[in-house]
T-cell receptor, first 113, second 109 residues
């Protein structure tokens, strides 16, 4: 099992550009999450999906959209990137098979100039 | 005031010492997670607990729901335990996590 995979690992964008961060899990988990981690701020929830077909806002959703494409995949889109979105983004998943412990992807380091 | 407070923020100890990291929270929770973030950035779940105590190897986690407090203990600490340890209570059925700032642990040989 690959667990939770994220692409890309690194990305540099100019202000105003758009991009989609991809996340996939092969553990048959129902729930998936997108977090961002900023120095001195800790991890914060951007969006989550409790099950296929549903998505909900977390603590810091502004400037982002998500798609739960199927049970495996949960993508995060930045429509018009801003320097304030420079961060490390983590995807995670959880479900009955993990006793609801969350499994994290390796992260995407995004810089917006 | 932060919903989750961890102490200490930084901890340096010698190999073999007993380590305790504390977490206090103000939100109502369904469970509490302890996570480990390696120096390379990867995040691993150590424990999820909703009552009592859990033990994995040299790591022990306890929670007191009434006092809204959890502790993570490491026995016989080793340099490979050097990492950031993050407390994250979860709210609601969707396991939405609220994160502490983390405790940076350094174990010197």
């Amino acid at each position: 099992n690959a667990g939770v995979t994220q692409t890309p690992k690194f990305q540099v964008l100019k202000t105003g550009q758009s991009m989609t961060l991809q996340c996939a899990q092969d553990m048959n988990h129902n729930s998936m999450y997108w977090y961002r981690q900023d120095p001195g701020m800790g991890l914060r929830l951007i969006y989550y999906s409790a099950s296929e077909g549903t998505t909900d806002k977390g603590e810091v959703p502004n400037g982002y959209n998500v798609s739960r494409l199927n049970k495996r995949e949960f993508s995060l889109r930045l429509e018009s990137a801003a320097p304030s979105q420079t961060s490390v983004y983590f995807c995670a998943s959880s479900g009955v098979s993990s006793s609801y412990e969350q499994y994290f992807g390796p992260g995407t380091r995004l810089t917006v100039t | 005031k932060n919903e989750v407070e961890q102490s200490p923020q930084n901890l340096t100890a010698q190999e073999g010492e007993f380590i305790t990291i504390n977490c206090s929270y103000s939100v109502g929770i369904s469970a509490l997670h302890w996570l480990q973030q390696h120096p390379g950035g990867g995040i691993v779940s150590l424990f999820m607990l909703s009552s009592g105590k859990k033990k994995h190897g040299r790591l022990i986690a306890t929670i007191n729901i009434q006092e809204k407090h959890s502790s993570l203990h490491i026995t016989a600490s080793h340099p490979r335990d050097s990492a950031v340890y993050i407390c994250a209570p979860s709210k609601g059925g969707a396991q939405k996590l609220v994160f502490g700032q983390g405790t940076r642990l350094t174990i010197n040989p």
